[in-house]
């Protein structure tokens, strides 16, 4: 077989490819050498298209022209036929197939259509036109995805709008700049107060006072005397009170402390006794700052029962059992009559433990001990519920007042101090036990704790002896502060 007859023969495979069967049927019965010999000459140097045109239903094929050499690594796809219809031997409309020659345009439909002729890096003009169309969809494909992502369409939209933000806040504030002050100037055309006034600052730094006279003489007043110092007026009051107690075992405590300056002097200080009805001072001043904290209701009602009934002090005891009372009335009846019923209502309804941890955190070490509603008590304990009763009432003009005011109305009062003063006090008498615990309102009040193992054989001259020992400590101490202090050069 010469040379053109082979060329022939594999462009005619080339060609059975891309028709398949439908060639077959059309060559069935014609010799494949004919079909070839037939068109050998006419067909020699035709390198541009092969076309196959009027197919007729017979048994053999013409052919116009045939292919060239087939391009290396070409391949062409059944589906480029235009359309091929086989019905009983028919094959009906033409099929054109064109060889690759350089073009300047392609379609992007043709590139991009998976049924599409993909060429080996078929170039035009030196570009690599499968390689830009595919650079192309790949471009549109990712924008695509991006813009069907939600949370990459969420971040722009959040980046536009800042920056639109910080846009919008720059003009602003430079729109601010521009302001010119004398557009806010305005005219004073009144005064609001003509009257000079005078007044205390209460919020003052102490730091600020240092190495001033007027604070070394507000430090001199406010500081208890040195005790390594004493002058001979306090001496002597301080032996005054020795030798009285030391006459009986029964007068059995004493108290002293100045409220301002905090100047204490104590006899027996530390051992305990029955509190009588001195215990009602704690257990009321308790629950008044319980309700000012709003932990206690003052109005709510409590019944009186007859298990509370108590033949002692009080005013319960004579009203009808199963009588409804008001927690601010028992605390009324229990501080200023010294109500045993009320006393022990409150204490059960608000605790024994509470009011225990309530006054150990203060500093007492003997009341509320003891596990019943009375107990013990020492003078160390009383003044500190004392001096807590005072700052209580410097403090809250409500509740502080309201509890003050019951003490000042409480009876009966042995500890009076000197002339005409008001007295705040919770006295307590059971059998020997005979006891007073006051707040004594001078121009410098003081706390006096006077117990006592007297009974009644004595107690009017031991009260009398002991409000006096008081008062004149208090005297004596307050002239010598004021003489040393007077004493600071002032203007």
Known sequence: MNNNQNRDELRFNKLYELLGDEVNSIYETK???????????????????????NIQPTNKIETNNVPPEPVQNEV??????????VANNYVVPTVTITNIEPVNEIKQSEMVNKNQVYLNKTTVDGKNIIDDVDNLDVGKRTLREILSNRKSVSIILILAF???????????????????????????????????KAYKETDIDNEVLKKMAA???????????????????VNNAINDINNFYNQSYNYFSFAYKDIFTGFTVTYNANQSIFTASAIKGPTDIYIWE??????????????????????????????????KYMVRTLLEYSTVTSDNAAHNMLMDKYGRENMLKFWSNLGTNAIFEANNNWGVMNAHDALIYMRELYSFY??????????????????????????????ANKSGWSGTAIHDIAIIFTDNPYIVVALSNTGESDYVNYFNTANELAYNL???????KMTTCNNIKQY
């Open 394 to 423: 410097a403090r809250d003009n409500e509740y502080g007042e309201a509890v003050m005011k019951n003490f000042i109305n409480a009876y009966p009062t042995f500890l009076k101090g000197r002339g005409d003063v008001l007295v």
């Open 290 to 323: 319980m309700a000012s904290q709003g932990k206690v209701d003052l109005d709510e009602e409590m019944t009186y029962t007859a298990n509370y009934y108590n033949t002692g002090s009080g005013v319960l005891k004579n009203k009808p059992i199963n009588t």
């Open 215 to 233: 604070s070394e003489l507000i430090n001199c007043i406010s500081s208890p005397i040195d005790m390594n110092d004493l002058p001979e007026s």
């Open 474 to 480: 208090h005297e004596a101490y307050w002239k010598y």
């Open 76 to 85: 062409i796809n059944r589906e480029q036929v235009n359309q091929v219809e």
């Open 31 to 53: 010799p494949e050498n004919e079909i070839f010999n037939d068109n050998l000459q006419n067909n020699a140097n035709i390198n541009s298209q092969i076309e196959i045109s």
């Open 162 to 196: 800042v920056c639109v933000c910080v846009v919008v806040a720059k003009t602003f504030y430079f729109g601010r700049k521009i302001d010119k002050y004398e557009e806010f100037f305005t005219e004073i055309t009144y005064k609001e107060e003509e009257m000079a």
